[in-house]
């Protein structure tokens, strides 16, 4: 069994950074991929961001391109999302996932195991 716990969301201007981290018990595997999704209020959880455990392969969704930064600590088996120039409409719960190959990381469906949810809230 794996258990994943995110850390790091809260309150934050228009331009700010956090930064979301995940970290992983359990049994894991080097050829997993970590995925980041977020949902808001209405709306269906969407990809934000991935990244392969082994190799650090990453991989982005377009409206996050550019400002988000996914990376990995393999020792700690934790993942992080720096997220910076964010915008109101970032405002979301952000859950990490974790999935077992790099086969279409942006589909949620193929993700095994998720977090919680930690909310990230950014103000206009």
């Known amino acids: 069994q794996v258990q994943l716990v995110e850390s790091g969301g809260g309150l934050v201007q228009a331009g700010g950074s956090l930064r979301l981290s995940c970290a992983a018990s359990?049994?894991?595997?080097?050829?997993?991929?970590m995925g980041w999704f977020r949902q808001a209020p209405g709306k269906e959880r969407e990809f934000v961001a991935a990244?392969?455990?082994?190799?650090?392969?990453?991989y982005y969704a377009d409206s996050v391109k550019g400002r988000f930064t996914i990376s990995r600590d393999n020792v700690e088996r934790t993942a992080f999302l720096r997220m910076n120039s964010l915008k109101p409409e970032d405002t979301a719960v952000y859950y990490c996932?974790?999935?077992?190959?790099?086969?279409?990381?942006?589909?949620?469906?193929?993700?095994?195991?998720w977090g919680q949810g930690t909310q990230v809230t950014v103000s206009s």
């Open positions: 996932a974790l999935r077992n190959s790099d086969y279409d990381v942006a589909d949620r469906s193929g993700y095994n195991y």
């Open positions: 359990g049994r894991t595997f080097n050829t997993w991929v």
């Open positions: 990244i392969r455990w082994s190799g650090g392969k990453t």
